[in-house]
Nanobody, 115 residues
Framework: QGQLVESGGGLVQPGGSLRLSCAVS????????MGWYRQAPGKQRDLVATITRGGVTNYADSVKGRFTISSDNAKNTVYLQMNSLKPEDTAVYYC?????????WGQGTQVTVSS
């Protein structure tokens, strides 16, 4: 089926930046649009950003202008550059196909924005 491995999270102060990476394996993932999702404690998992195979991107209003999704198809890797981070961005971040997730989720990567 494939595998998704997220990395790059950590603790950052408000206003800081982080770059998340998602290593993708599996043929189905290489044919579909990808997305980043996040889940804060006690809340549902929400879609943050998507990117098509052709590079067309879309963002949730809450991150528009601050986050940038990109992909390196040759490396089967999807990135999420996060700038001007806010405490409300604190969550576990996951990648999967987007806007509709498929199959099993990876372990996610924790992002904590706090002073």
């Amino acid at each position: 089926q494939g595998q998704l491995v997220e990395s790059g999270g950590g603790l950052v102060q408000p206003g800081g930046s982080l770059r998340l990476s998602c290593a993708v394996s599996g043929s189905i993932f290489s044919r579909l649009s990808m997305g980043w999702y996040r889940q804060a404690p006690g809340k549902q998992r929400d879609l943050v950003a998507t990117i098509t195979r052709g590079g067309v991107t879309n963002y949730a209003d809450s991150v528009k202008g601050r986050f940038t999704i990109s992909s390196d198809n040759a490396k089967n890797t999807v990135y999420l550059q996060m700038n001007s981070l806010k405490p409300e961005d604190t969550a576990v971040y996951y990648c999967n196909t987007g806007p509709i997730p498929f199959g099993s989720w990876g372990q996610g990567t924790q992002v904590t924005v706090s002073s």
